[in-house]
């Protein structure tokens, strides 16, 4: 039998793991977990969010949402939990997290072709062919090896940050309510309102709160999509209106008006007995997350059960490093995935896992592996980390801008949106039936 191994059981390596073993490959994966635990991760089980439980927008209409069709089609196990372990959250595909995670470790651990190693990878292993999938958590002596087998490369960072979560009964539904924005699907979100003075106290306290220290953080180093919450507010005052706390589609059933600002709330696990605040995630100190936000209306005496928390992620200059199936271009027995090759996101990193893994599985069977086209959201995000220009490189979320357009021009955004997807979704097709 045909033997790969897979560093590290976040969403990337879980998936990759899972692409390998499925095709009939005796899979070695290698997890520091319950041994070692990074700053961020606090469960035994694999793939952890951290962040948020959130998998962001559900619809093809939008690129995220293709790109978890996508992986539906290939038959992820990452998708096939998140499926099997949903929670309401309006027009995104939400997840308990525990359940989710709980779901995953089963699957892995069961699986008669994986075989789990519990062992933190301190420098790269001589072992081929090798997927590593450590994460942007990856250790500093792991990454001093991964830096040196790569020619020296500089490695890049940025700091990610995760959103603190209250019990639902702390929370004072007097002064919040239930809503989706624009009534899109049920009601899932609890929306905390705030008038002018409310926000404007919430709003000076929050800039002028005490950080926890970080080392050699700085405020423009910060990847935009994870922007600490109070760094997003000393950017200016109505910053935070027109992002987190943007009062459009939201009015307040009580009063019939749409509020001067909103704090909203997303379900965190099944029972909903458990909240986290959209988009606060946050690294000031826990002292003073407690007295800040509970400054927020209807989060007067909430619980928190799990205060924000910051750390810096580590990805590497993948152009010029990798191919789009994410092999090293100079080591194609070696691969990497996750948000180390500067994708960004949850969806993406565990679409690069399964493009490793696929692409392995492929080459280990002596089969070709299917071409994923740009006009796919796999194969843009491939062609992205590959390609794009060394200086200015960046971590990316999957967006219709990094795919090629349509050859007739739809002036609807959503209607075109949707072409796009079904243009994809064919390939995506043709390619499972190949698989």
Not at 240 to 252: E, H, I, N, S, T
Request: aromatic share 8%; hydrophobic share 40%.
């Amino acid at each position: 039998m045909n033997k790969a191994y897979v560093a590290g059981a976040g969403l990337a390596g879980c998936e990759a793991a899972w692409q390998l073993a499925e095709r009939g490959i005796s899979v070695t994966l290698y997890e520091m977990k319950p041994k070692k635990y990074t700053p961020a991760h606090k469960s035994p089980e694999y793939a952890e969010l951290v962040c948020s439980n959130s998998l962001r927008a559900a619809g093809v209409e939008n690129a995220v949402g293709l790109l978890k069709e996508e992986m539906r089609r290939l038959s992820s196990l990452i998708m096939e939990a998140a499926d099997n372990t949903r929670v309401e959250a309006g027009g995104a595909l939400a997840v308990d997290r525990q359940r989710f995670s709980e779901y995953i470790t089963k699957k892995i651990r069961s699986h008669k072709n994986i075989t789990v190693v519990e062992k933190e990878i301190t420098c790269l292993p001589d072992e081929r062919p090798l997927i590593v999938a450590t994460g942007p958590l990856t250790s500093p002596e792991l990454g001093a090896s991964i830096r040196e087998h790569l020619g020296g490369g500089e490695f890049l960072g940025f700091f990610d940050a995760a959103a603190p979560i209250v019990t639902y009964e702390s929370i004072d539904m007097s002064r919040a309510y239930f809503k989706s924005r624009y009534d899109k699907g049920t009601a899932d979100y609890i929306n905390c309102p705030m008038t002018e003075e409310e926000y404007r106290i919430f709003l000076e306290a929050l800039v002028s709160a005490e950080a926890a220290e970080v080392h050699g953080f700085e405020d423009d180093k910060v990847f935009e999509g994870c922007m600490p919450v109070e760094v997003m507010g000393r950017r200016g005052y109505d910053t935070l209106r027109y992002g987190p706390l943007k009062p459009v589609g939201l009015r307040d059933p009580k009063t019939g008006q749409t509020p001067y600002a909103v704090v909203q709330l997303r379900r965190d696990n099944r029972e909903g007995t458990l909240y986290n605040l959209v988009g606060f995630q946050t690294h000031l100190k826990f002292g003073e997350q407690k007295r800040v936000f509970s400054l927020i209306p209807g989060l007067g005496n909430a619980e928190f059960v799990r205060y924000g928390v910051m750390h810096r992620n580590t990805y590497i200059k993948s152009p010029g490093i990798l191919n789009p199936d994410y092999s090293v271009k100079n080591d194609e027995n070696l691969y990497f995935a996750g948000q180390m090759t500067g994708v960004e996101g949850y969806i993406e990193s565990a679409s690069s896992g399964l493009m490793a893994g696929l692409s392995l599985a492929m080459k280990l069977c002596g089969k070709e592996c299917p071409e994923f086209p740009q006009t796919t959201a796999i194969g843009a995000l491939g062609m992205y980390v590959s390609s794009g220009s060394v200086g200015d490189f960046q971590p990316m979320n999957i967006n219709f801008g990094i795919m090629p357009p349509l050859d007739v021009r739809i002036k609807v955004k959503k209607e075109k949106n949707a072409a796009i997807a079904a243009r994809s979704l064919a390939v995506i097709d043709e390619i499972a039936k190949k698989l």
